[in-house]
């Protein structure tokens, strides 16, 4: 992904930039109602310009503070209610969720609008036109509050519910399945650099995105080829590799070009790197078959979201051609058996006592081994794994033959 959309993703993921924009938004309606005082027709003016606009914004600005302070409120609770029923890993996508940050930043840019609406009033900012203006505003604001509201109430049915924060989890990795599938080697092509020079990190983090256009350009100037070593997920110490250029030396240019393709974190992203979400739903089904949660439903409910998304990962869409190969970059693809493992491990580690969960995890792993692909050994060999597990966790004979029973 190139490296400025991944920045304006993340920028316009953050809370206060939605809130901050809606309230400059509503500060400017405000004070630009005079603007358009001109072309109102005198009648409306004296109709619409009294006092009655006034009280109009009084009302919406003490009752929205009260209303954005509460939704504040309701989403830090959904936050923690997440952070302990799922993984802390998922809660992040609670305050980045559209329809939530929409809510908060209308009642915001809402509550802004009338506090400068109304003291310009009462500075003798507007004449009748403008006050016009402004009561016609406000009936829009007042319009728009009152759809967000409703929209806000709805979305708190299901803010903090585990099948909404599974679904979130499992829309997040679709769509860096789907990018990936479509660039299987992070948009270069397969290949490895058997010496070369090495582009170490100048600090530790998490890989977030590699920016496989800048490599592109960076091998285009060194005249060479790139080699990713630490793609997007990977852990890197400072020090470490982050690729190996196709040359025995590197000018401070090239160095520099590869070094701004990579962005590190302290943590990781679901954008460019789908296991993470796999992790993600793997954790969530895993405390859900811990001792003190013993949710079996929530782990079935996990299984099916990765069977969805691992036939997703199996059978790419029609245009999966690269778009825009990058011929001097080289890249691994991701391993199918991590991907496997990623999704149905924790599961198949925690769950091996469960009976519900191991059967339909043998099922799972049955279909998956029954699809002609990559996909077949890896599923077999989880198979036999996890009867192995169940044979050592299930001491009553009748819940093993139940086991048994699924032949994969």
């Known amino acids: ?37 001109r072309w109102v027709p005198e009648g409306l003016a004296e109709r619409l310009g009294g006092e009655s606009v006034e009280q109009l914004l009084t009302i919406l600005a003490s009752s929205l ?38 809510s908060l930043a209308t009642f915001v ?24 203006i402004l009561f016609l505003v406000s009936l829009a604001v007042v319009a728009l509050v009152a759809y967000r509201l409703l929209a806000w109430i709805n979305r708190l049915s299901s803010l903090a519910r585990i099948g909404h924060m599974i679904d979130l989890v499992e829309d997040r990795t679709r769509e860096a399945l789907v990018a990936r599938s479509r660039r299987p080697f992070l948009g270069g092509r397969p290949g490895v650099l058997a010496t070369g020079f090495l582009i170490l990190s100048d600090k530790t983090g998490w890989v977030q995105n590699v920016d496989p256009d800048r490599l592109e350009a960076a091998g285009g100037h060194g005249d060479c080829d790139i080699q990713v070593l630490a793609a997007p997920g990977a852990f890197v110490r400072r020090g470490e590799a982050l690729a190996r250029i196709g040359r025995d030396h590197c000018d401070e240019k090239t160095r520099s070009e ?12 679901y954008d460019q790197d789908p296991r993470f979400g796999l992790i993600v739903l793997g954790e969530i089904a895993g405390k859900a078959l811990s001792p003190a949660v013993n949710d079996p439903g929530t782990a079935i409910q996990v299984i099916g979201a990765g069977v969805r998304l691992l036939d997703i990962w199996l059978e790419p869409p029609k245009d999966d051609a690269d778009p825009s190969p990058c011929s001097r970059v080289l890249a691994a693809p991701l391993a199918d058996a991590d991907l496997l493992d990623d999704i149905f491990g924790q599961i198949a580690r925690y769950g091996a006592g469960d009976v519900p969960a191991t059967i339909r995890l043998l099922k799972a792993l049955r279909s998956l081994a029954a699809t002609p692909g990559p996909m077949q050994a ?31």
């Open 1 to 37: 992904m190139n490296r400025w959309k991944f920045y304006w993703l993340r920028l316009t993921r953050e809370l206060w930039v939605r809130a901050s924009a809606y309230a400059a938004f509503g500060v400017a309606a405000a004070l630009l109602a005079s603007v358009a005082a």
């Open 65 to 102: 503070l009260a209303v954005a302070t509460f939704s504040v409120g309701a989403m830090v609770t959904a936050y923690t209610a997440v952070s302990q029923g799922a993984t802390p890993r998922v809660a992040a996508l609670v305050t980045s969720d559209g329809q939530t940050q929409r």
């Open 109 to 132: 840019g809402a509550f802004l609008y009338a506090i400068v609406a109304v003291t310009a009033i009462n500075a003798g900012y507007y004449g009748a036109e403008g006050r016009a």
């Open 258 to 269: 590869v070094h701004s393709a990579f962005i590190l974190g302290p943590s990781r992203s």
């Open 378 to 408: 890896p599923a077999r060999d989880m198979a036999r794994e996890l009867m192995t597990r169940a044979r050592q966790s299930m001491p009553i004979p009748a819940d093993l033959a139940r086991v048994r029973a699924v032949k994969v």
